[in-house]
């Protein structure tokens, strides 16, 4: 092997761990999220330049926040993994690629640290371009996501702050296509994509880590209230986001009819209502990751049926 190619592997197999550090097969799939919220806002298609420039800067940010995630939680992930965690995670979307390669010591820190700043560089470029506020909104979803990491051990209800996290993307995704969106539709695009995070990410991926953060005594749902209210708060949460998805279609100015709000319906209770109900009767760790999974596509399931109808 000449010494360029071995460089060109290398080189390779260090973007996989980079790619894998910010978890890039969850955080495409995430990415429907911010398009959804900005074509429900507009009930329409925006300019290419708008979509193209908010696609380059979707992504960087995803690919930003995901990867500080990592490297805040470098030494509580460093600790689970010195008591043997994250071996059960063979269906987990967010262990597709190689999970917590910084924790792993497979990437160095001063790397991780680069690829947080540079993607967070364009991020913050593309969100100025798109309209000043993203920018405002895009650093303080990572000064929450700061907190929420640092939460960890110290108070359960950093699921809530996860759960602004979470709307921080699409709420600037609706500012870049439309300068006055109205507060009801705010409102309510914040309470429904707050409870789908909670109930079908943040409190089932809590579910799915409950061993490693037992030992290490964290202070997340499943621990602090127990696998019982843990189901109860991930069921009341999803059905919350499902009920709160079509009123945000009645208020959306896309004229969506009934046959858009029946398939939603149907979306959210195969995405969301029955994985949630399931781990509700079964408080089986597979089927919390089950619901981890599949909650994970419902923006994307929506996109699709939101993209489908302005087309038509």
């Known amino acids: 092997m000449n010494e360029t190619l071995a460089s060109d592997l290398k080189m390779f197999s260090r973007l996989k761990l980079l790619l894998a550090l910010s978890r890039t097969p969850h955080g495409l799939i995430d990415m429907a999220t911010p398009p959804l919220a900005?074509?429900?806002?507009?009930?329409?298609?925006?300019?290419?330049?708008?979509?193209?420039?908010?696609l380059i800067t979707t992504f960087a940010g995803y690919t930003a926040v995901y990867?500080?995630?990592?490297?805040?939680?470098?030494p509580v992930d460093k600790k689970k993994l010195q008591q043997g965690g994250f071996q059960k995670s063979g269906d987990?979307?967010?262990?597709?690629?190689?999970?917590?390669?910084?924790?792993?010591?497979?990437?160095?820190?001063?790397?991780?640290?680069?690829?947080?700043?540079?993607?967070?560089?364009l991020a913050g470029v593309g969100a100025y371009l798109l309209n000043p506020i993203c920018v405002f909104i895009f650093v303080g979803g990572c000064m929450l996501e700061t907190a929420y990491c640092l939460m960890w051990k110290t108070s359960h209800l950093?699921?809530?702050?996860s759960g602004a996290v979470k709307t921080s993307g699409s709420i600037a995704a609706v500012f870049a296509v439309h300068a006055d969106p109205g507060v009801p539709f705010l409102i309510i695009l914040f309470l429904w994509l707050f409870f789908w995070e909670i109930g079908g990410q943040n409190v089932p991926a809590d579910w799915i880590d409950i061993e490693e953060d037992r030992k290490l005594r964290a202070?997340?749902?499943?621990?602090?209230?127990?696998?019982?209210?843990?189901?109860?708060?991930?069921?009341?949460?999803?059905?919350?986001?499902?009920?709160?998805?079509?009123?945000?279609l009645s208020l959306a100015p896309g004229g969506f009819g009934f046959s858009m709000v029946a398939a939603a319906l149907v979306v959210g209770a195969t995405l969301l209502f029955i994985p949630a109900y399931r781990l509700y009767k079964s408080k089986d760790r597979?089927?919390?990751m089950g619901l981890f999974n599949r909650a994970s596509y419902?923006?994307?399931?929506?996109?699709?049926?939101?993209?489908?109808r302005l087309a038509l």
């Open 38 to 54: 900005a074509l429900l806002a507009v009930g329409a298609f925006p300019p290419l330049r708008v979509v193209i420039l908010g």
């Open 67 to 74: 990867a500080l995630n990592d490297v805040i939680d470098y």
């Open 92 to 121: 987990y979307l967010d262990a597709v690629m190689i999970r917590h390669p910084l924790a792993q010591g497979v990437l160095s820190f001063r790397m991780s640290v680069l690829w947080v700043v540079a993607w967070s560089l």
């Open 158 to 161: 950093r699921t809530i702050v």
């Open 219 to 248: 202070t997340t749902i499943p621990v602090r209230l127990g696998l019982e209210s843990a189901n109860g708060i991930i069921l009341g949460c999803v059905t919350a986001a499902i009920a709160l998805s079509l009123v945000l």
């Open 286 to 288: 597979v089927d919390a």
């Open 298 to 308: 419902y923006p994307l399931a929506l996109l699709i049926l939101v993209v489908i």
